[in-house]
């Protein structure tokens, strides 16, 4: 299971190294990368929140 914590930095994690990935593929420079990046790492962070929060309603229910 993961908590709360754990699944926002893994998604911050993924979000910034996935953005930072586009903005080399594309070659952006400076503000374009820095928003990209800002905006995948955020991405990540609600998709890594969701995933944890899913995951402990599945446990919860298996549990019952």
């Known amino acids: 299971m993961i ?3 754990t699944g926002m930095a893994l998604g911050l994690l993924a979000g910034t190294t996935f953005g930072s990935g586009i903005g ?4 952006w420079h400076s503000y374009n990368l820095i928003w990209i990046v800002t ?3 955020g991405i990540g962070v609600l998709a890594g929140l969701w995933f944890a ?12």
Not at 24 to 27: D, I, M
């Open 3 to 5: 908590d709360k914590d």
């Open 24 to 27: 080399f593929l594309l070659s």
């Open 53 to 64: 929060l899913r995951s402990h309603r599945t446990r919860r229910s298996r549990q019952n």
């Open 39 to 41: 905006i995948c790492g």
